[in-house]
């Protein structure tokens, strides 16, 4: 486009330029440089404004045209996928290969959890999962923690502001199953359960636990003792040594830290245990005179750590490959 006006020739370059670099076009014809030639007409000779307005008009159409170009441009774009693994803009040969379905496998942990779950029910437990949102009663009530007990202190996790809970443990369930079962009750429960935890290789804020329950008439600590030695001679498939020491949690009474040592290894504490203490029984409706039971509760992250001589708990929840193919 050229101008016979020299003063409209010389603006309409100056705009080709920063019209390119202007990130939004629309603005090009508010620009000072336009806005001058406009404040240049009433002081024109009558005579000379038809030629100056024509070429003035014609700069405007010219830059408006391109504004509305560049607009359907945008338009035209291709729409983002935004759950693509990589860049719309990354080239042919540098795009990551992607997964096929049948490429992917089951979570070494809900594997071994398939596995858990099948001893305990050749033994006669039944399976139920916890829940991931739970309430103070059930957490703490429920299970004999006295209001503002420091044994609560070793349950840090974490509290939606409505007050909701994210457990700490399985043990949670262990209300609700009283309740909705008599006696013989012989559960299993496994469940997501969260820690607000300083994190390194043998602490993750998710983790998952295995809780169980056995009620009945004349249930025993021998009983308790030889069930878990069964389940995890099972497990580990080589016969083990086991110990209990004395420990406190609120819901049982006596309570135990229950160890192992798998021939030629050390002794390793890998559960919490006990008789269930009467008061969380009552609190469930089970009369405690008639009926005695015993409960557990342990990592399956670290029971699977053990058994697979994996170093670090924070790999399951990594979603590494190079991990999780490892146990295809
Ligand atoms: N809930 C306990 C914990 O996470 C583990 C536990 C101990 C569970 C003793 C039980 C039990 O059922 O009887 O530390």
């Known amino acids: ?18 019209f390119e670099g202007l990130n939004d076009k629309s603005t090009i014809l508010r620009s000072a440089e336009f806005k001058a030639l406009v404040a240049e007409i009433p002081k024109l000779e009558p005579k000379e404004r038809a030629a100056f307005g024509k070429e003035l008009n014609q700069l405007k159409s010219y830059f408006e045209k391109k504004v509305k170009a560049e607009q359907e441009k945008v338009e035209e774009l291709d729409t983002i996928d935004v759950t693509a693994p990589f860049d719309v803009n990354t080239k042919e040969d540098k795009k990551p290969r992607l997964l096929t379905a049948d490429e992917g496998s089951i979570h070494p942990l809900m594997k071994e959890l398939q596995d858990i779950l099948g001893i305990f029910e050749r033994m006669g437990f039944e399976a139920v999962e916890s829940r991931q949102l739970d309430d103070d009663y059930h957490m703490f009530g429920a299970l004999n923690f006295a209001e503002g007990h420091p044994a609560r202190d070793d349950y840090d996790t974490f509290i939606t502001t409505e007050g909701l809970i994210a457990p700490a443990h399985t043990s949670t369930m262990q209300n609700r199953v009283l309740r909705s079962r008599k006696p013989p009750i012989q559960m299993v429960i496994p469940g997501r359960v969260f820690r607000n935890e300083d994190l390194d290789a043998t602490h993750e804020h998710t983790f998952y636990q295995l809780e169980g329950i056995y009620v009945d008439d004349g249930v ?9 030695k069964t389940f995890l001679e099972e497990y580990f498939q080589e016969k083990l040594e086991v110990r209990t020491q004395p420990f406190y949690f609120p819901f049982t009474e006596p309570s135990f830290e229950y160890s192992i040592k798998r021939p030629g290894r050390d002794w390793m504490e890998i559960l919490g245990c006990g008789m269930i203490h009467p008061n969380v029984l009552k609190e469930g409706g089970i009369d405690p005179k008639k009926y005695t039971g015993f409960a557990w509760g342990f990592g399956i992250d670290r029971l699977v750590m053990l058994k697979h001589g994996i170093e670090d708990v924070r790999h399951f929840e990594s979603g590494k490959l190079s991990f999780l193919r490892q146990f295809k």
Do not use: E, H
């Open 1 to 18: 486009m050229t101008y016979q006006n020299k003063k409209i020739a010389d603006v309409a370059s100056k705009l080709d330029k920063k």
């Open 220 to 228: 025993t600590a021998g009983n308790l003792i030889a069930t878990l």
